[in-house]
C-alpha cells in the first residue's frame, strides 16, 4: 500500500534523541577545551562543581531545543509542483524546497545511535547546490524505502524500484577479507595519523608543562639517555603495530558487513559498523572506474575497486569524494562481473601508448640530482655540520631511482573499441578505465623543446576528474584524439 506524502508529516518520536545527540555533540566540541582548562587552572577549587552545574543546565536546555526542533519539523511531497518540502527551525522558520527533477540521488543511512533507538536517516543530493544534502534524520525504514521510491520516480524509474527485491548477495565480504584488506592497504593514510597523533601529543606535552609549570630539563635529559639503538628499533616495530592495527580497524568501521545486491538495473551497496551507509551504483551514473592492487595483494587473491560517479554542482574536492564508491576485497571473478554490470562486457586492453625515457629523466633531475645538489651546496657553504651526513644521499638515490623506475615502467595507456584504460602507480597498482562517450573534453600539447622528439602529453576531462598521460608520441596522440573525436560525434549515448 503507497503511503500518502503530500500532508506535512513528522519525523519518528524518537527524533528527538537524535536531534539532542546531533547537538550535544556539537556543543561538546565547541565547550569541551575551556572547560578543561577551567578545571585545570583551578586545581579543585570549585572547578569540577562548575562544570557538573554547566554540564546539567546544557543538558537541559538541549533537552528543550531538541524537542521544540522536533516539533517544528515537518516534509511533505507537493505533488502539484512536483516539490519536495522540508519546514524547520524555532527561532529562524525555513522552508526547504527541492524539485523532484533535480534530485540526483537518495541514500537511506543508519549511525550508531540510530541503529540501537531503530530508526533511519534520509539523505537527499541534489544538483546545482553548493550544499547538496537535505536529510531527514529519524524515520522508519518502511517509510525511508517508500519515500525514496517515490523521489526518484520522476528521475529514474528503474532506481526508484530497485529497493524492492532483496535476493542473493553477489558480493558479502567476510571478516577475513577484511583483514586481508586491512593489513595490505592504506599504508599512507595511517602513517599520517601516526605522525599527526605524535605531533598532537608533543604539543599536549608542551602545553601541560607550560601551564603547571614544570621544569623540562631534567625530562629531556632522561629521554636523551635512554634514546639508543634498543628504543628505536622498540619505537619503529611499536609504529609498524599502530599503523597495521589503524588500518585493520579503520578497515572493519567502514567496510563492516560489506554486501552488494544485483537489482534491477543497479548494485545496491551497503557497509558500515558505526554508521551504516546504503548506496545505489547505476551504471549510466558511472564516469570512471579503477581498481588497484599491490603486491600482497596480489598473492591473497584480492584487489580493490572505486567507482567515480559525477560530482553534481560543486567543484570541491572533497565533497565530489562523496559521490565515489569503493569496493574493497574483490576477488578477479567478482571484479569480472562488477564491470560487466557496469560496461555490459569487460574492458579490454588495446593499442598501448607508451612515455618516452624523458618521463624518467625529468623525474630523476627532479627528485634526485636537484635534492642532492642543493643538499651539497647547503653543507659545503652554508651549514659545514651537516658533511658527515651527506653519504646518505647514495641510499636516497637508489630507493628514489627504484620508485621511479617502477613509476616509469607502469605508467601506460591503453586504448580499444569504445574503452581508454590509464595505467598507473608505484606499489598500488591502478587501472582507471573510462567509456570514450563519457569524454567530456580532450587536449593534446607538445612543448616547443619537444617538437624535434615528437614528445607530448594527452589529459582527458571527465565528470569525475582528469586522466594525465605525460611524455607520449604526439604523432600517436593526436590519431588517437581525432579517432576519439570523431566517436564523440557520431554516438548517441550521454554522458551520464
Known sequence: MDQDFSKPQKQSATGVIIMFANNLQKVIRAVALPLIFIVLKSKGNYGI??????????????????WFSYQ?????LDEDKQEFVINEGIFN????????????????????????????????DTAGSEKKEASIKAIDHLTATRLKQRLLSERDPITATVAVATPKPMLKLSNATLLKVGITSNYGASILLLMGFIFGLIQFFKDYTALFEVETTEIYAELSQGFGFISICFFIGFALIVVLGTNIIRTFIRYFQFQIIRQTGALAISSGLLTRKNTLLTPKKVQL????????????????????QAAYGTADEEESKKSHIEIPGCNELERQDILKMIYDQIPQKGKALIPNYRFLFLQIMLKIVGPSVLSCFFAFSVYQPLQPYLALLIPYAILVLILLYFEYKHHRLYASQGFIIKKSGIWDITEEIIEIHKIQAITSKQYFWHKKADVGHL?????????????????QINNLVNYWLYQLERTKKDWI
Not at 562548575?50 to 546544557?58: H, K, T
Not at 517544528?72 to 511533505?76: A, I, L, P, T, Y
Open 93 to 124: 522558520k525555513s522552508t526547504l524546497t527541492i524539485q523532484l527533477n533535480k534530485i540526483q540521488q537518495v541514500n537511506i543511512n543508519q549511525s550508531l545511535l540510530q541503529q540501537i533507538i531503530g530508526v533511519y536517516s534520509l539523505d537527499i
Open 459 to 475: 589529459l582527458l576531462h571527465t565528470a569525475a576528474g582528469v586522466i594525465h598521460f605525460k611524455y607520449g608520441n604526439y604523432s
Open 289 to 308: 572506474s579503477a581498481y588497484s592492487q599491490n603486491y600482497f595483494q596480489k598473492k591473497l587473491g584480492i584487489l580493490n575497486i572505486k567507482v567515480k
Open 49 to 66: 562543581e562548575l562544570i557538573l552545574g554547566i554540564s546539567f543546565l546544557f543538558l537541559l536546555l538541549l533537552a528543550i531545543y531538541a
Open 72 to 76: 517544528q519539523f515537518s516534509f511533505f
